[in-house]
Nanobody, 118 residues
Framework: QVQLVESGGGLVQIGGSLRLSCEAS????????MGWYRQAPGKERELVAA???????NYADSVKGRFAVLRDYAKTPVYLQMNSLKPEDTAVYYC????????????WGQGTQVTVSS
């Protein structure tokens, strides 16, 4: 089992920055990937960024050049640094951990609201 606790959401103006944090506990040695997803009202949950244990990072096209995953993978937390925020970034952001024991299992944080206002 993996438990995830997120923090760092809030209200920010267009062009501002926020840093989200995700702290993992429990069977963290089983984690092979950590990432951030987001879900806006009326939309499906989508991948924002993910980082593998080996250090490979994948970003959604909509956030490339503006968001960055920061981590020391041997440790947690994992951070999502969000710069140049836009109104379309408004969503609930969820931390995800993918663990592998005899197969993949996804764990989710409780979600944190990010609101970008004009």
């Amino acid at each position: 089992q993996v438990q995830l606790v997120e923090s760092g959401g809030g209200l920010v103006q267009i062009g501002g920055s926020l840093r989200l944090s995700c702290e993992a506990s429990g069977s963290i040695d089983s984690i092979v990937q950590m990432g951030w997803y987001r879900q806006a009202p009326g939309k499906e949950r989508e991948l924002v960024a993910a980082i593998t244990r080996g250090g490979s990072i994948n970003y959604a096209d909509s956030v490339k050049g503006r968001f960055a995953v920061l981590r020391d993978y041997a440790k947690t937390p994992v951070y999502l640094q969000m710069n140049s925020l836009k109104p379309e970034d408004t969503a609930v952001y969820y931390c995800n951990a993918r663990a592998w024991v005899r197969g993949p299992t996804d764990y989710w944080g409780q979600g944190t609201q990010v609101t970008v206002s004009s």
